[in-house]
């Protein structure tokens, strides 16, 4: 059974940053991709960081591209979300996710954390 534990939600202006983390409760957690992924009220939850292995480059979409940056601790057991230059936009709750193959979509990934809230103030 694999627990994901995210944490580093929380408010802040327009143009600043928050780094999420996501605690991993696995066995060989290098084995898994992590995906971020986000959902806002009313609106589909959608990838906005992948981090396969190490070694593959990360995946980010055209919407957080150039201000979000996801990165992995395979020792440690964590991955991060570093968001920068945030907007509104970016307002919704945010979830960590763990599954064995490269995928964009939420069906790919098996394991989820709760989810925390980041919420961008104009």
């Known amino acids: 059974q694999v627990q994901l534990v995210e944490s580093g939600g929380g408010l802040v202006q327009a143009g600043g940053s928050l780094r999420l983390s996501c605690t991993a409760s696995v066995g060989t957690f290098s084995g898994y991709v992590m995906g971020w992924f986000r959902q806002a009220p009313g609106q589909e939850r959608e990838l906005v960081a992948m981090?396969?292995?190490?070694?593959?480059?990360?995946y980010y979409p055209d919407s957080v591209k150039g201000r979000f940056t996801s990165s992995r601790d395979n020792a440690r057991k964590m991955t991060y979300l570093q968001m920068n230059s945030l907007k509104p936009e970016d307002t919704a709750v945010y979830y960590c996710a763990a599954g064995w193959v490269p995928g964009r979509r939420r069906e790919d990934y098996r394991y989820w954390g709760q989810g925390t809230q980041v919420t961008v103030s104009s």
């Open positions: 981090n396969p292995w190490i070694g593959d480059p990360t």
